[in-house]
């Protein structure tokens, strides 16, 4: 019963996981389009700023329920 409720949690950990990493590759496509469809030099600058807000902002909440 130990080893399987061991694999419950580990699966459920792996679950996690993948739910980030899913979320951070969304994030990055986001940030790709933003970049194609902003069209002069200070709204891309602008773009990236707030991007990066946003994106270490929901890279440590992610991080801080999977390690938490």
């Not at 694999?7 to 996981?17: G, H, M, Q, Y």
């Not at 389009?33 to 807000?53: E, K, M, N, P």
Request: hydrophobic share 55%.
């Amino acid at each position: 019963m130990s080893s399987e409720s061991s694999f419950l949690e580990s699966t459920r950990i792996d679950s996690t996981r993948a739910r980030v990493v899913s979320r951070v590759f969304a994030a990055g496509g986001a940030a790709v389009i933003a970049l194609a469809v902003a069209d002069t030099l200070a709204t891309q600058v602008a773009v990236v700023a707030v991007l990066a807000l946003v994106f270490t902002v929901a890279l440590g909440v992610c991080y801080n329920r999977v390690f938490s």
